[in-house]
């Protein structure tokens, strides 16, 4: 009895069919899931520095798609969109963002502890400037449930 090594191997294996491997398939849905939940949950927020608001009892919607966020701190320094900024800078930054943006408003954030004269010096800056659509950002004292 010969063998022929020849014939042992010269056999091919049949093709094997294509598969879907779903673990995989679902970590990636799972992963787009989340990302998209993430993001969802910051688009509402305006671009100023954090600061403690003033509590209300009633408060509007509002889009701050846009928009243009100043900062006025307890220590009465001013941002604009998370960059510290002087007065005058102030002032100055007020006609090139109407300029640029063709429905232009602010959302001015007054820290609880800032004085009021700062806070009207901002909306009077902003109106001076010809932005006529100012909001004075707040948070609501009693959520509703």
Known sequence: MSANP???????APPRKARIEIIPLIDVIFFLL???VLV????????????PLP???????????GAGTSTVQTEG????????????????????????????????NGDKGARFTAVRYVIDEVRKAGINKV????QILNPQK
Do not use: C, M
């Open 6 to 12: 020849g014939n042992l191997f010269s056999q091919a």
């Open 34 to 36: 989340a990302t998209v």
């Open 40 to 51: 969802t949950l910051s688009l509402n927020q305006t671009g100023g520095i954090r600061v």
């Open 55 to 65: 509590a209300v009892e009633t408060h509007e919607e509002r889009n701050p798609e």
């Open 77 to 108: 320094t001013l941002a604009w969109n998370k960059d510290p900024v002087s007065l005058n800078d102030f002032v100055n930054r007020l006609p090139a963002y109407k300029a640029a943006v063709k429905d232009p408003k602010i959302f001015v």
């Open 135 to 138: 909001f004075v950002e707040t």
